[in-house]
């Protein structure tokens, strides 16, 4: 049987949730109100990837893994949760699937605001929804800025530095110059994922780069640089 | 038992009478293994909306931390499969259906004026109870001894596949009272008492009806 709770008083693991953050006492109060909680044996599984989820989680105590299975039926894990980290505050205002599976790798006691309970709440205390919206918008315009930052920077250039980065990784200069070959460490996915581009554009970028004889791929895995100055470049 | 196969055409009573570990991954994405397990998991998962591969990934990726010295339900008796039932499943409910009640009404009369959800609980797990009590009796005086001597008890049977299923709908309308056994801000130990062994006899009843519906009934 858990403790669950009994330190955290709710009120301070509800006020580390930022969509939570511009709410006062009073409404704080109220959200704490709708705190469920459930202990998880080590071992046990919050829940798998792609079920429903009920609505927003605070890890309490306790640390849980995020991972997903591979087609092999490997773990890839993705994160680790720790007490005070959440999960799930979208899954508040709209239908969301689980992204990954959360398994508990010891004790886990979690705080659980369902998003039915929520919905009621709101219907009564409609300023809590304006004050949530504030710090949404918030959100979003720091994103919208984050965007642009990293949009400058092209995704032919972004390709370009990965392969010298690679390059530089496996090679020393002298190897690189004499357009010695080398691995890969990624596949396309992997690439693409990494420099945070689709996979298609990664092998439509490659593909373009060995055409213009810049770079020459030997299998899937194996690569020369041809001319290091042009992915400087560009 | 490393090579085990597992694929989404496959019918949901067959994998978990393979797996019994898949019951955890079935349970978790709210798919019904026990009464529903004829269907193929491709089937129940499109039901569900949920993807069917990611719950085969899940059900792989549990199979191989799998115990080695697990029992193979399949390749038991008859004799030993019903022996094996009643001593650990209607032995479970014997116990567990008074303390569960008694525990039920302790809850109520504390929390019940605050989460009023608690009287349909505890209406809901009475109904479960009372159903499940002679339930038992039935497959311990008429089924059981029909099946181990060849009688033909057919209409028993589907008697008994009835009240499988009402126990299941049972069930799931506790889970969603309960929104998934998750205990209230103000509960006190004895609601979390309440609500661990509900989710407790879920699990049990599940398999329970898992090794009747899907091994023991399946060979008639
Ligand atoms: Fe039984
Ligand atoms: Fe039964």
Redesign the interface.
């Known amino acids: 049987?858990?403790e669950?709770?009994i330190n955290c008083g709710?009120s301070l693991c509800a006020r580390r949730v930022p969509i939570f953050s511009k709410l006062d006492g009073k409404e704080i109060e109220s959200v704490?109100?709708?705190?469920?909680?459930?202990?998880f044996d080590k071992g046990e599984?919050l829940?798998?990837?792609?079920?429903?989820l009920?609505g927003l989680i605070i890890i309490n105590r306790g640390r849980a893994k995020a991972y997903?299975?591979?087609?092999?039926?490997?773990?890839q894990i993705l994160h680790i949760f720790f007490p005070g980290d959440f999960f799930g505050e979208k899954s508040l205002f709209v239908d969301k699937?689980t992204e990954y599976?959360v398994k508990a790798v010891e004790p886990v006691d979690i705080c659980?605001i369902?998003k039915?309970?929520f919905q009621e709440l709101i219907k009564k205390y409609p300023g809590i929804t304006s004050k949530i919206l504030q710090e949404l918008v918030n959100r979003i315009d720091r994103l919208e800025s984050m965007i642009e930052n990293i949009g400058a920077k092209s995704v032919d250039s972004r390709i370009n530095a990965v392969l010298l980065e690679f390059a530089q990784k496996s090679l020393d200069e002298n190897q690189i110059d004499s357009a010695a070959q080398f691995e890969l460490p990624l596949n396309r996915e992997g690439i693409a994922n990494y420099i945070g581009v689709t996979r298609e554009t990664v092998s439509r970028k490659l593909n373009l780069l060995q055409e213009e004889g810049v770079i020459q791929m030997i299998g899937n895995k194996k690569i020369k640089i041809l001319d290091k100055n042009r992915l400087k470049s560009e | 038992m490393s090579n085990i196969t597992i694929n989404k055409t496959d019918a949901l009573g067959d994998i978990v009478a393979k797996f019994p570990k898949a019951a955890?991954?079935l349970k978790?994405?709210?798919i019904d293994f026990c009464c529903g397990g004829h269907r193929s998991l491709e089937e129940a998962a499109l039901e569900k909306s949920?993807?069917a591969?990611?719950?085969v990934?899940?059900i792989?990726?549990l199979?191989?931390e799998l115990t080695e010295n697990q029992e193979d339900f399949t390749k038991m008796s008859d004799e030993r499969l019903i022996d094996h039932i009643i001593n650990t499943h209607h032995s479970y409910l014997n116990t567990n259906l008074p303390e569960i009640s008694r525990l039920a009404s302790a809850v109520l009369r504390a929390h019940g004026d605050v989460h009023p959800e608690l009287f349909e609980i505890y209406k809901d797990f009475h109904a479960l109870k009372a159903d499940l009590e002679q339930h038992l009796i039935k497959e311990e005086v008429t089924l059981f001894p029909g099946i181990l001597n060849s009688r033909d008890e057919g209409k028993v049977l589907e008697e008994i596949e009835d009240e499988h299923e009402g126990a299941g709908e049972i069930l799931r309308n506790l889970r969603d009272l309960s929104?998934?056994?998750?205990?209230?801000?103000?509960?006190c130990?004895s609601y979390?008492?309440l609500y661990?062994k509900l989710e407790e006899l879920e699990g049990d009843i599940f398999q329970h009806v898992h090794l009747e519906n899907n091994i023991l009934f399946k060979r008639l």
């Open positions: 049987m858990s669950t709770c709710h704490v109100t709708l705190i469920r909680r459930k202990h599984n829940f798998f990837e792609g079920g429903e009920q997903i299975n591979t087609p092999e039926g490997k773990e699937k599976n659980m369902s039915k309970d | 955890e991954v978790s994405y709210r949920v993807d591969d990611k719950v990934g899940a792989r990726a199979a191989q929104q998934d056994y998750t205990v209230p801000a103000d509960g130990p979390e008492k661990h």
